[in-house]
Structures are given as structure tokens and as C-alpha cells.
């Protein structure tokens, strides 16, 4: 699944491309594509169609193209393989092409939703007064949100009693941070992901958070995190983050910090990746 830096990325590719365009149609390729939209695909197209884009924004992992005339929201799921791609209208159609859509003005692209797993899809949905969609109007605000409260978090965190992992991925207390990022940023601040969250002083708390935002910035810098073509920007290209990573998928090489070995252990159908000299293992109480 893509996480913060990916869909930031993409989010920044519509806000250039997308963004106060007006549609002129769109065109449902596949059902499943607008399955979240129950009113069905024709009600879908209607209701984007003379319709103008405002700047696209993002919460998390969660991005959505405002309507700017209307009270609406377009919100898209990438799911483990949805692409929302700009092209031009002459570029071959992709083999897993699901939605398109055309806009009135003069330039030669099209936007054109992709997925090959058909996880994802694309909803309307009413909007906030605070912008987001009444769907993800419960997810908590991201680590790079300006608005990101660390004092509220961290007493989130020691109330959850939980685990520090479960925590990161726990959408309700932060966005945005998936699998991949959380392994990396846990390395970084040499915390186990199950040490539990009830003992955490604030510094430890704010140190794992600027962990969290520095490895989401390099991230960022250099296109987000791509094992494979499923992931991409909207031109298409593919990210190169992982190539800098620390933790995730370096089971049996050297830790970069100590040079122990790195394991991996099987965690909520996941893989969580660790150092275990940098990141001892909290004590089992006898």
C-alpha cells in the first residue's frame, strides 16, 4: 500500500497538472473502479462532468480532488495498484485502464485512473467544513500536517496501551505512517516495535516523531518508496527510496549502524524488520 510519501507525490503531480481544470466527461471503464460511489458509474460520470477541479489534498495516506463548485469531494483509493496517471489523449489506452477523465480546456491531457488489482477505485463524497471527505473525517492528522499536535499524541500513545508499532499504523492517532516507514523510522530511533507505548516519556515520544517525519521528507525527496511498476507518479515514473532504506526488506544483512544482522519476525500478517542490537526487545515481565 502507498504510504504518506507516495501519495504526497502523486498529490503534487494533480495539483500541476489536474488542478482548476473544469471536466468536459468521464468515462467508467470497469464497475469495480467506482464501487464505493453506490449510485453506480453512470451517477459517478454525471455528476463530475462541467465540474471544476480545485488543488488536491491529502490527510495520510488518503488523497481526494475537491470540486470547487460544488460541496463534493472526489476521494481516491490506490488500493495495492491503483495509478492515477496524466496523459496525453492520443497515449495508447493501459491494459488495466478504469477510469478517464476529460477536461474542456485546450491542453492535451486526460486523467486516467489505472489499477491492476482493482483494489482501489474512485468515490464522491460530501465534504467537511473542516475540507475532508465525511468518509475520513475521523483520521487523525499526519506528522508533516502543520497542525499536528505532538502533546496530544503523546498522551494518545501512553493512554492506547498498546504496542509502539500497533501504534504508528493505528490511522485514528496518526496518519499516514504505514509498514514500510514505521520499521524505518523505529530503526532510526533504536526502539522495538513492541515496546509498549504505556511507558513513554515525552522525549522518547518526540524523538521517534522527528524520526518519523526525517525518514517521510527523504522519502519525499527523492519520489517516494517502489519495489515495483505498481507504484508510480502521475508521469508514470517510479520512486527510488528503496534504495536508502535502513530496516525494511534487509532481513540477514548487516545493520548499517552496528553491523549485526538484521531479522525479521512475521507481525499482523506483516514483516516488521529490525535490528535486534540497536532495538532490544522490551523484558517480559516473569
Known sequence: MPELPEVEVVRRGLERWVAHRTVADAEVLHPR??????????????????????????????LWLPLEDTGQSVL????????????????????HLRIRVRFTDALDTELRFVDQRTFGGLS??????????????????????????EEAFHQALRRKRTTVKRALLDQSLISGVGNIYADEALWRARIHYERPTAGFTRPRTLLLLGHVRDVMNAALAVGGTSFDSLYVNVNGESGYFDRSLDAYGREGLPCRRCGTPMRRRAWMNRSSYFCPRCQRAPRVPS
Open 33 to 62: 473502479a467506482v464501487r464505493r460511489h453506490v449510485a453506480g458509474a453512470d451517477d459517478f460520470a454525471h455528476r463530475l462532468k462541467g465540474h471544476r477541479i480545485g488543488v488536491p489534498s491529502r490527510r495520510g495516506k488518503y
Open 76 to 95: 481516491a483509493h490506490l488500493g495495492m495498484s491503483g495509478q492515477l496517471l496524466v496523459q496525453p489523449h492520443t497515449a495508447p489506452d493501459e491494459k
Open 124 to 149: 464522491l463524497h460530501d465534504t467537511t467544513p473542516d475540507g475532508l471527505p465525511d468518509v475520513i473525517a475521523h483520521i487523525a492528522r499526519d506528522p508533516l500536517d502543520p497542525l499536528f499536535d
